[in-house]
């Protein structure tokens, strides 16, 4: 099999996250079922996106393999080259309208996720990165409250078409030191697993993360769950957070994220202490923003090892 073309198929997901982001933006959520418990949620708009998403990429790489959240029985990767798809990133989020939510599209081969597309498509800020070649933000250059609808009847005026030109804007930039986990801004996400060993972990460390010193607790800045794994991985490749830890996610929630934050000068480590080189399918990650000189990034990844619990 030919190496694959990374440029051809970034620019095809890239096209496709567009096409998806207008299934969704057009839909309701239409029926939700839920999988494993009551908060695993998955909607009809889900199920259709997934299917345009694995249609599309069938016929033009047939060769490439499929791991889709809506399809997939083992969430396994394997080495050969496969597209990692999440058609919707923040589902809880989409049935309860909140904006929060994104097309997550990845590209791995040898079990390395190498292209990645994460697409808000309410705010209409696409992050894409291939690997080795930068991560961008390709975003409406001038920022309006109100985002034209289709049929509003606004679409055509001068305005709002100089208001949606898109511009693409490098994601490398000089990035503050990381001063410790105290000065910190950190997500960290409920997910829906909400028992067992993931569940205790997480509870743990969130109180070891936001606790004073009189509870043994490192006493964040503060923690925020947003609600789209995807979506915080891009925030913490632009800096608006300065760490992302989960467990219980699974690859097609933070394969795309990947490149983009390791293309944007982070890091992507295993959820617990030491482990520097997670599986893509490891569903526990640590995710930590760039720094002026690597040296509080990685005091970072180490202090935050020493908080997680479990
Ligand atoms: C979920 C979101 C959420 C995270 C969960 C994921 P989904 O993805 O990323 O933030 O906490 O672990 O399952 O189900 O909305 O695609």
Redesign the pocket.
């Known amino acids: 099999m030919a190496e694959p073309n990374l440029q051809e198929i970034h620019d095809f997901l890239f096209d496709i996250a567009l096409k998806a982001g207008d299934m969704i933006t057009s839909a309701n959520p239409g029926t939700v079922d839920t999988k494993k418990n009551s908060s695993?949620l998955v909607t009809e708009t889900d199920k259709a996106v997934e299917d345009m998403v694995s249609s599309s990429l069938k016929s033009k790489f047939p060769d490439y393999s499929f791991l889709g959240?809506e399809t997939s029985t083992s969430g396994r990767l394997t080495p050969a080259p496969t597209f990692i798809v999440?058609p919707?990133?923040?589902?809880?989020n989409f049935v309860h309208a909140h904006p929060y939510i994104s097309i997550s599209l990845a590209f791995a081969h040898q079990l390395r996720p190498l292209v990645g597309i994460v697409y808000n498509p309410f705010t209409q800020h696409l992050y894409h990165a291939i690997h080795g070649k930068g991560a961008y933000l390709t975003a409406p250059s001038v920022p309006t409250s109100h985002p034209p609808r289709p049929g509003s009847g606004t679409e055509n005026t001068e305005a709002v078409v100089s208001a949606y030109t898109m511009t693409k804007l490098p994601m490398k930039m000089p990035a503050p030191p990381l001063t410790g986990l105290k000065q910190a801004l950190v997500a960290m996400?409920?997910?829906?697993e909400r028992s067992g060993n993931n569940w205790e972990t997480k509870t743990e460390t969130f109180a070891s993360l936001a606790g004073d010193e009189s509870t043994g607790g490192a006493m964040v800045h503060s923690l925020r769950s947003l609600?789209?794994?995807?979506l915080?991985c891009c925030a913490v490749a632009r800096g608006d957070l300065d760490a992302y830890w989960?467990g219980?996610?699974?690859a097609w929630?933070v394969a795309a994220g990947w490149v983009i934050v390791e293309e944007a000068g982070g890091r992507v480590v295993g959820g617990n202490d030491g482990e520097l080189e997670p599986a893509v399918d490891s569903r526990r990650y640590l995710v930590v923003r760039a720094s002026e000189g690597r040296k509080g990034q990685e005091e970072m990844i180490r202090e935050f090892w020493g908080a997680v619990k479990g």
């Open positions: 695993d959240e999440d919707i990133d923040g589902t809880t996400e409920w997910g829906n609600g789209s794994a995807a915080n989960e219980g996610c699974w929630d």
